[in-house]
């Protein structure tokens, strides 16, 4: 199933028979990928008049209750209202879901005790490229990162001043397979998500950031149609669903 889309100047092509679905399912499982300090989410039957719901225990449907967090427990889209006084609903802000994307590969930097992604590597992957978006994959990039518990981990996070380049490269939209893109404490700095927001001048209020995405190794860097889908929360982040499709032509 191929589709033409005229983007610009251009025209490309892409094959919507072969979707590439690059988040992280939400399980509900003591094993579900976590950060935050946050218990496991939960998927559960939910009890009426001393009855469980469920077509396993006699019941005509199935009726679970989700609870979880949304930045703490899955692949998630979230808008500046992540971080300013007014909430500015993802549901509200983000109001196109089809963007041209390049992938990359990055190997974190070793800075001090931590690790970080720096401009001078974001500035050599997408070199004169033009992008709505950027999908960050990192290394080591393995299947752990479906489970991996991140709370007290310190992961791997964006400088600054790497945030800042791409707010300036014209990039709308940032994909990253970390559970954050700033450092895990800071002391509530939060350089990175400032520096994309634009939070000292004119806010990027159709700008998001996603987090807690997987970046299969059978996907090549380079271009690719990326479409955002999110769930319809009126809230600062919403569970998302981001699916790439290759650039054929």
Same mark, same amino acid.
């Given at each position: 199933?191929?589709?033409?889309?005229?983007?610009?100047s251009k025209k490309?092509?892409?094959?919507l028979?072969?979707? #590439?679905?690059?988040?992280?399912p939400l399980?509900?499982?003591?094993n579900?990928?976590?950060?935050?300090y946050?218990?496991?989410?939960?998927i559960?039957? +939910?009890?009426i008049?001393? +009855?469980?719901?469920?077509? =396993?225990?006699?019941?005509?449907v199935n009726?679970?209750?989700?609870t979880f967090n949304?930045?703490s427990h899955g692949?998630?889209?979230?808008?500046v209202g992540h971080?300013t +006084?007014?909430?500015?609903s993802?549901?509200?802000? #983000?109001?196109q879901f089809?963007?041209l994307?390049?992938?990359?590969?990055?190997?974190?930097e070793?800075?001090?005790d931590?690790? &970080?992604i720096s401009?001078?590597? #974001?500035?050599?992957?997408l070199?004169?490229?033009?992008r709505? =978006?950027i999908?960050i994959?990192?290394m080591?990039?393995?299947?752990?990162k479906?489970t991996k518990q991140?709370?007290n981990?310190?992961?791997?996070y964006? #400088?600054e001043?790497a =945030?800042e380049y791409?707010k300036?490269?014209g990039?709308?939209h940032?994909?990253?397979?970390l559970?954050?893109?700033?450092?895990e404490?800071?002391?509530?700095?939060l350089?990175a998500h400032n520096?994309?927001w634009?939070?000292?001048?004119k806010?990027?209020?159709?700008?998001t950031?996603t987090e807690?995405?997987y &970046?299969s190794?059978?996907?090549?860097?380079?271009?690719y149609?990326l479409?955002?889908?999110?769930?319809?929360?009126?809230?600062?982040?919403?569970?998302s669903?981001?699916?790439?499709?290759?650039v054929?032509?």
């Open positions: 199933m191929l589709a033409t889309i005229q983007f610009k490309r092509t892409i094959d028979s072969q979707p #590439l679905d690059i988040s992280i399980t509900g499982k003591p579900n990928v976590n950060a935050w946050l218990d496991p989410p939960k559960e039957p +939910e009890i008049d001393g +009855e469980i719901v469920s077509v =396993a225990n006699g019941a005509v009726f679970n209750t989700i949304p930045h692949t998630h889209t979230e808008t971080i +006084e007014k909430v500015y993802i549901n509200q802000h #983000l109001k089809f963007f994307a390049e992938v990359v590969t990055v190997a974190p070793k800075q001090g931590d690790y &970080v401009r001078k590597q #974001l500035q050599f992957a070199g004169n490229k033009k709505e =978006a999908v994959r990192t080591p990039n393995t299947r752990d479906f991140y709370s981990t310190n992961p791997t964006l #400088l001043d =945030a791409l300036n490269k990039v709308k940032l994909l990253i397979d559970p954050s893109v700033d450092k404490q800071d002391g509530g700095e350089l520096a994309f634009n939070t000292k001048g806010l990027r209020l159709d700008a950031i807690f995405i &970046v190794n059978k996907i090549s860097d380079g271009c149609m479409n955002l889908q999110i769930a319809p929360f009126e809230n600062d982040a919403s569970p669903k981001p699916i790439l499709y290759k054929i032509v």
